[in-house]
C-alpha cells in the first residue's frame, strides 16, 4: 500500500464522523463561542469546509494557496460545502499519481509560504488539524444545546447503536 493509499485508508472513514459533528451543530447558534478567545462554532465549521477546498486546489506545481471565502449565512451551505470539497478532495487523491503525491509541495497563506513539504506531508497534516477542529467543535456542541455524536465509540448523546 502506497502513502495515497494509506491517506485514502484513513481519510475515508474520518468523513461520516466530520458529518455527524456538523449535523449535530445547533443552526441557530452558530455565533457560540465557548470564550472570547475562542473562533466561533460557524467559523470553525467553515475552517473545516474551507480546508478542503483548498486542498482540492492543490496546483501541478504542489502549491497549496490559502485564500478564504465568506462563511455562509446557514449551517446547511456550510454542510454542503463541506460535502462537495470532501468529494472533490477524494476524486483528486484518488487520480493523483504516486509521484505528484510524494514530490514537493508548498502551503501558501495570503501568497506567502507557510509550509514548504511534499504534498502528501501538507495533506497528513491538514487531515490532522481538521481532526483537531472536529475535537473543538464537539466540545462546543453540548453547551450549545446540542446532542454530541458518536466519534469514535458512543457519546453520552449518542450510544452509536450500541
Known amino acids: 500500500m ?8 484513513r481519510w475515508e472513514p474520518e468523513q461520516p464522523a466530520f458529518l455527524r ?3 449535530a451543530l445547533p443552526a441557530d447558534k452558530l455565533d457560540y463561542k465557548p470564550h472570547e478567545r475562542s ?8 475552517q473545516l469546509a474551507e480546508e478542503l477546498r483548498v486542498l482540492a486546489g492543490v496546483t501541478e506545481s504542489g502549491d497549496i494557496n490559502w485564500e478564504s471565502g465568506s462563511r455562509p449565512a446557514t ?6 460545502a463541506y460535502e462537495a470539497n470532501a468529494d472533490s478532495v477524494r476524486k483528486l487523491v484518488s487520480t493523483m499519481d504516486d509521484a505528484r503525491w510524494d514530490g514537493p509541495g508548498r502551503f501558501l497563506f495570503g501568497g506567502h509560504e507557510a509550509w514548504k513539504a511534499s504534498v502528501s506531508s501538507i495533506f497528513w497534516g491538514f487531515l490532522l488539524d481538521a481532526i483537531h ?6 466540545a462546543y ?13 458512543p457519546s453520552a448523546d449518542d450510544t452509536g447503536g450500541m
Open 21 to 23: 459533528v456538523l449535523r
Open 2 to 9: 502506497t502513502n495515497r493509499e494509506f491517506f485514502l485508508s
Open 75 to 80: 449551517l446547511d451551505e456550510i454542510v454542503a
Open 133 to 138: 477542529h472536529r475535537g473543538q467543535l464537539s
Open 39 to 46: 473562533t466561533s462554532a460557524g467559523d470553525l465549521a467553515w
Open 141 to 153: 456542541i453540548r453547551p450549545m444545546g446540542g446532542k454530541v455524536p458518536s466519534i469514535y465509540g
